[in-house]
DNA sequence: CTGAAAGCGCTAACAC
DNA sequence: GTGTTAGCGCTTTCAG
């Protein structure tokens, strides 16, 4: 295990000084085709690699960007960050990857780590907090991109974003449930009041159902298999049960299914159900679901094009960008549709 | 966007030695206890923050690992990759993410490129292929453990490895149909003959088929919807059709999940199913998937466990650790247990 | 207990 | 075209 051969090797071994080496490795043009070759022999034969930590000190640059995100256990986050690093690669960046587990102090804590790293800049799915701090000036001086919920503005700083439909894609899935199968009493369940998708996803409910004339009935504590089959005997039990559910995210849509399979209450017969996100075996499933599709892997790869189109300075730094991506409703058979007719298996 | 303040900023601002500060920083015991506090107001007052980069290039440690996965899609490697992270974090590490698309090449030259970046360490989902690089002398200055699949030794280097019981499994699979519900033509069906766990797989198939006094019968090319129910058909035609097919990965299960019902093909009645690896809503299907459980978290942390024991050198770098971590058979409806009886729903 | 000097590996700026 | 000098921010070494 000896000591890695260093620039100052390579120039020895060349018979040249070290600026002729960087200026190669570079390839900066100032070089003779022959001293060139020489030095790219030396470098070959030592099996030279430049020390990036060197690099970086020297040139205030990392080619490192750092990647923030609740979980990786969740398909949707995972493949948000399987899509922004394949961008990464594109542009020959390495990523700085953490968990924050959704708690704004681990990011806040783990985004200053990257920002000693030298980070150039930070994508980010932000924590679900009404005190998140990636706002602080120290941030201020990378680009920062936030996906699936957008960083709250602070001290009148606002971020790029990339999010989703997430009020149409609800607003449809209820249009389709009360236009399409006439149905008026839906339930709506969700399994975080304070996220920002989740809000965002009750108000397109909301909406609809006001449009429609009709009364709004919401559950936000879904969050283990007890509570979904206490939120659907609860249901049931209503003098005017509830016709349909709307499951705000994959989470919710799981728990509930599984509650719904286990109470033996026929889907869509008795109790049609939309969720909002696709799972792997959706479509397997018996009814199938009918979901509303979000572009998980377009939600990575915008905000990796955000970022790096400002860390490239094709985009000016304080040129704020808000894409909003729009979803899609995939209709298969647990709203009802194609249910009469014996398709669904 | 000024300057970030330096250790020399500080030392001025306190009236003290840089060198004072670094020992209040690193927590060095010679230090008076009134100038420690002096150094730390200072600090705090300029909001100093270490320069990783300048401290990693003196001191030849990063404090980051280093991790490389095929992808992130696949919820098995993005869980894995998950409990990685937060053994990382533990040890207040960071980790630095490469996808190699299950690429020899990309991983050895994004491998490369981590060595440039002085990660201390290396977990890696190898890729599929039977000239992986990552046993190259420049790999072994730092420790290297691989997960899901072993490394092949090159040149009589070994790395650490964490795998499941693929054969064991299998042949548990085998067994259940074999004994339990006394089937005897079990057809093999995979996606990649090339991949170790595959090879281990049909291997543990093989060995309970021929105990069994078997014939066996395999694809191992099982890699899209048409494919998949090219496989179905193939197999339904033959003068004496398989009683059941033993799906080797979450790919090859969706893929013939999915024909089976284009194809309505009764399962478990006409046909049991039994898959390695569980899927997300595998238990709410119909029939609910009987499937060979893989610890998903355990390998990643177990790797985690394996890489810090060395880093931290509570373990000798040349003592070589080969877990072998067990799985389970989750016994549910589609190999035909609890299913006459109506439990599916 | 504290500080000054040297240098980790690299490159920008300026000589020659 | 090519080499020399200086210094990025930090810590090891060795004097005080």
Redo the contacts between chains.
Sequence with gaps: ?QRKPTMNDVARLAGVGTMTVSRVLNSSPHVSDETAARVRTAVARL?Y??????R??RNFK?S?IG?LLP???D?FY??C??AL??VA?EHDY??????TNDNADHEYVEA???????VEGLVVIPAESDRCRLGDP?F??IPVVSMDRPLPPIEGREMDSVTTENQTGAREAIEHLVQVHGLKRILFVGHKPALFTMQERHEGYTSAMSTAGLATMARFDCVSEARATEICRDALELPEPPQAIFTANNLAT?LI??AL?KL?IRVPEQLALVGFDD????????PALTVVRQPMTDLGSTAGRLLFGKLKSQVPRDQLARVVLPVELVVRNSCGCFFASGLG?
């Design positions: 295990m099996g690699q430049p020390n990036e930590m060197a970086a000190l990392s490192t990647l979980n990786l256990y398909p995972a493949t960050a399987h690093n394949m690669k390495t990523v700085l990857l953490t968990i200053k780590r990257m920002l000693q790293r030298h120290e201020s001086e799981r299914l599984s399979l033996r799972l792997e075996l959706s479509d397997l499933l018996h298996r």
